[in-house]
């Protein structure tokens, strides 16, 4: 298939469009209440050291001690882990459908997400992400995180892409005006029927049918 205007690479996100967010907020305010927490400490901490983690300065255990292990507990460290990875799950359609989209889209899918390593790891593996993309960019591994221009200029790298032949995908409007910024066609993700018409429409504009 002859391509029409050049689109090469998708790039997208994935806490928050295909799963949900791997240690976001409302988990933690969870967590507080099923381990009987302070919230209001354990999120300061967590602001305090969070970044460290996500960009692979720190392991999970590291970032545990700091904002949970910080004092004795009455509940053993396994459990409040086996606790964080259960609060990633799948989010309606979007994932499955783009697994069997990406089959004959035409196009290269790459991740670019923030995430700590183990959780990143944890949801690779759990949720098949290997079917949606065709490699990740993730903070932990580069050592930079959204909305660090770097990292999109990484991903660009790594693609062997100019911004104009990118598109990128990300339920966070600061980090779509990130990348928009590089001159990446950005999206806004609101809801998997728009950003599904979306990619139908991309794939109708580069590919004759």
């Known amino acids: 298939m002859q391509k029409v205007n050049d689109l090469k690479i998708l790039f997208f996100d994935i806490g928050g469009i295909l799963l949900s967010n791997g240690w976001g907020h409302e988990s933690r305010k969870k967590a507080a209440e099923v ?3 302070n919230y209001a400490e354990i999120d300061g901490l967590h602001n305090f050291i969070f970044n460290v983690f996500e960009v692979g300065s720190i392991t999970l255990d590291e970032y545990l001690d700091t904002v949970i292990f910080n004092y004795p507990r009455d509940f053993v460290r396994q459990d409040f882990k086996d606790f964080m990875y259960a609060q990633s799950v799948e989010l309606p359609n ?3 459908w783009l697994k069997e989209w990406k089959k004959d889209c035409g196009f290269r899918i790459i991740s670019v997400n923030n995430e700590g ?6 949801r690779v593996q759990k949720f098949k992400l290997h079917l949606a993309f065709d490699a990740f960019i993730s903070s932990c591994e580069v050592n930079m995180r959204k909305p660090d221009p770097r990292i999109f200029g990484l991903a660009l790298g790594i693609a062997q892409a100019s911004p104009s032949q990118c598109v990128y995908f990300d339920d966070r409007t600061m980090f ?7 001159g990446i066609r950005s999206f806004h993700h609101v809801d998997f029927e728009t950003t599904k018409q979306i990619l139908e429409n991309l794939k109708k504009e580069n590919f004759n049918q």
């Open 94 to 96: 979007m994932l499955q």
């Open 176 to 182: 779509a005006n990130a990348a928009q910024k590089l």
């Open 35 to 37: 381990f009987g927490l």
């Open 117 to 122: 390593k183990e959780l990143n790891d944890y």
